[in-house]
């Protein structure tokens, strides 16, 4: 733990935090999709500012995905996302899913999780089978370097 981590409290999310969680989100530019409070859980500093958050998603298809992992900027390489990625899976049987782009895959992996490659597509939930297909022609577009990583523990 940093002498920073002792200022910070992880918690539920409250309806109060959302327009935060959706804020940050939108800030770090990932899936704006599916923020509903109640799934979140929040790291907040001593004046009660979101500095981060993280929630375990539930599919149609039956899956969970970790997903909206974010920290704000002046507050990241603390260990911040460690943190609420391990109370995110602490309760979480396997399999828990993720998307990401392939240069954070070295990053979930200190986590347990395994990169489903290329081959493996016929095994993933529905969910992630289309978030695949969806974002090939997004990237194509919008020139995002990399691609987009399918992730479980
Ligand atoms: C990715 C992100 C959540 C990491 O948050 P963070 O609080 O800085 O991460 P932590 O400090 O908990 O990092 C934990 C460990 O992962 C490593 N790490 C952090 N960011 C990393 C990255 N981008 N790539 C590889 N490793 C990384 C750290 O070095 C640390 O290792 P250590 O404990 O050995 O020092 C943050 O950079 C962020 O909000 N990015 C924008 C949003 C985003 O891309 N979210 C992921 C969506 S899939």
């Not at 390489?77 to 954070?104: F, S, Y």
């Not at 297909?133 to 399918?150: C, E, H, N, T």
């Amino acid at each position: 733990m940093t002498i920073a981590q002792t200022a910070i409290t992880y918690r539920p999310a409250q309806a109060s935090d959302e327009a935060a969680i959706k804020a940050l989100i939108r800030a770090v530019n990932i899936n704006p999709i599916g923020l509903k409070w109640p799934r979140f859980l929040v790291a907040v500093d001593e004046n009660g500012r979101l500095i981060g958050c993280g929630q375990i998603k539930p599919h149609r298809d039956g899956s969970r995905e970790l997903a909206s992992i974010a920290v704000q900027k002046a507050w990241r390489r603390q260990g911040i996302a460690k943190e609420i990625i391990e109370r995110l899976l602490a309760d979480e049987a396997p399999p828990v899913w993720l998307t990401c782009m392939n240069k954070l895959v070295p990053f979930y992996e200190q986590f347990g999780f395994v990169e489903m490659l290329g081959g493996d597509g016929c095994s993933l939930p529905r969910y992630f089978r289309l978030a695949t297909l969806f974002f090939k022609p997004i990237q194509k577009l919008s020139r995002i370097p990399g691609y987009l990583a399918v992730m479980v523990r």
